[in-house]
């Protein structure tokens, strides 16, 4: 749909400090690290909540992900911050007008994860304490998962200027956009999947430190099954999504051959490919290599997604009418500063999650 140009701000005339294809790689690769956290985060208190409401036998599943949670929530917070700022710099005037037209969940978003990351706590002692919290762990899920609700919302309202008139009236105007539903369940099953790995992954480890094999193997097995759910369905909703797009959206995608095609197509390969290897891990516990290859196809596709939906981005875009090139003033010297602060905070964080993997149970 076409954007009224009275409704889309002006250009920012301030020139950005480098050039726009160095803050489109930039964006990608921070966001990915921004995803992997979220996705775990999403994904683990979603198999948390089944898991406690599944009884005792799937209890170290719950505890696995409520106990990453005290971490991987201010980790998901803290790298979110560069690709927000990278995005500022691109779309911030489609960005931010998308947040303001949904204000009330766009700032209640914060709300919800303050209250959600305290759930956390409070679960977690209870867990501690020998007892269990379906109920605490399935309201932090759905806190959760109304948090990825508004963000697909602001997304698809922030690359669709046409449809910020009607959002203005209703807020709510967005839900019924064709591709919400399928983008949302995209976004959630992926965390799903990633989740349901690492649970194979943390099984494989309990039963090589010699702790209870029969524990470590409904585990493994219990992410397995979650993987394989959640990998299935994806492949189905990535039709459902890939169809959902405008028309001129989903012609610029197809006419752009290799460099649009391209990453798509080898995501759906990773898929297929992930799809056989969980089909075929019958025992994951005598299988350590192939769990780790399923790892590895997860996140493969998750970069090459998140690749395809930057590119649809400047298709919605594109065919709103929405024209404008920044100028562009780079400043290296600040670049290199931004770098090298980047890579020793990387690194610590890294150090940091190693250290809370290998030295807690």
Not at 123 to 135: M, Q, Y
Not at 158 to 174: E, H, K, M, N, T
Not at 229 to 246: E, H, K, M, N, R
Not at 311 to 324: M, P
Request: with cysteine.
């Amino acid at each position: 749909m076409p954007a009224s140009p009275l409704l889309v701000p002006a250009l920012d005339p301030a020139p950005i400090p480098g050039p726009a294809w160095l803050f489109h790689v930039l964006w990608v690769a921070m966001f990915v690290i921004h995803l992997l956290f979220v996705n775990t985060v999403l994904g683990g208190t979603l198999l948390a909540a089944a898991a406690s409401f599944a009884g005792k036998r799937l209890r170290p599943a719950a505890v696995l992900f409520v106990e990453m949670n005290s971490w991987t929530i201010s980790l998901a917070i803290t790298f979110g911050i560069a690709p927000l700022l990278f995005l500022q710099v691109l779309y911030g005037r489609f960005f931010y007008s998308a947040t303001i037209l949904v204000a009330r969940g766009w700032l209640g978003m914060l709300v919800l994860l303050t209250v959600a990351y305290y759930l956390n706590y409070a679960v977690k002692a209870r867990l501690r304490g020998g007892g269990d919290a379906p109920a605490l762990l399935a309201v932090e899920a759905l806190l959760f998962l109304t948090i990825a609700a508004i963000q697909v919302a602001v997304h698809l309202l922030s690359v669709q200027p046409g449809l910020w008139d009607a959002a203005s009236r209703s807020g709510f105007a967005i839900l019924f956009d064709p591709s919400f539903a399928p983008r949302f369940l995209h976004f959630v099953l992926a965390a799903v999947s990633l989740a349901g790995a690492l649970a194979m992954r943390q099984g494989i480890r309990a039963a090589e430190a010699g702790r209870d094999r029969t524990a470590a193997d409904l585990l493994a097995r219990f992410g397995q099954k979650a993987a394989l759910l959640a990998t299935f369905l994806q492949l189905v909703d990535g039709l459902w999504l890939l169809l959902s797009l405008p028309r001129p959206v989903l012609l610029g995608f197809m006419k752009g051959g290799g460099k649009t095609m391209g990453p798509l197509t080898l995501a759906i390969l990773l898929g297929l490919g992930l799809l056989v290897l969980l089909a075929q891990l019958s025992d994951p516990l005598s299988a350590p290599k192939k769990t780790r290859h399923v790892t590895e196809l997860i996140l493969g596709a998750i970069l090459l997604m998140v690749v395809t939906r930057h590119q649809v981005r400047g298709l919605y875009l594109a065919a709103s009418g929405v024209t404008g090139l920044p100028v562009e003033a780079p400043q290296w010297g600040m670049f290199l500063a931004f770098l090298g602060t980047f890579v020793l905070c990387a690194a610590l964080a890294v150090y940091a999650c190693v250290r809370a993997w290998k030295d807690r149970g």
